[in-house]
């Protein structure tokens, strides 16, 4: 059960190199999440940390300590298409790709300790 969600559209790097740096952060606590981006050499970890700090200020009532990152998607968004000069007259066409990144942040919850098996006889 998703505590609060953030998007961010239109992110103007491709959806593969934003994955490699999703991938990274998936599972992970929101603190240790920013922590890792922090470290991180990538661009698009900027942006990442950006949208984790606007997802856990979305959780209103819920403090940071407890959120961890639920899910996190990355698609296409829309591609502009540009036009290269080749030899002889002709154009060769270049695909300038966008992404859309949705996060969810959830409550972690209590871990339940399994009764000890009993002894058999």
Known sequence: MAVSTAQLKNY????RKVRLVADLV???SAAR????LGALP?????????????AVANAAGVPASELYIERIEV???IVFKR??????GRAAQ??????HVTIALAKKQPKQQKAPKAAKK
Do not use: E, F
Request: glycine content about 8%; proline content about 8%.
């Open 12 to 15: 103007r790097q491709s959806p």
């Open 83 to 88: 036009m290269m000069p080749r030899a002889r």
């Open 75 to 77: 698609n296409g968004g």
């Open 26 to 28: 998936r599972g992970k």
């Open 42 to 54: 990538k661009r698009a970890s900027d942006p990442m940390a950006t949208l984790i700090k606007s």
């Open 33 to 36: 999440a920013l922590d890792i």
């Open 94 to 99: 270049i695909l300038k790709r966008t992404s």
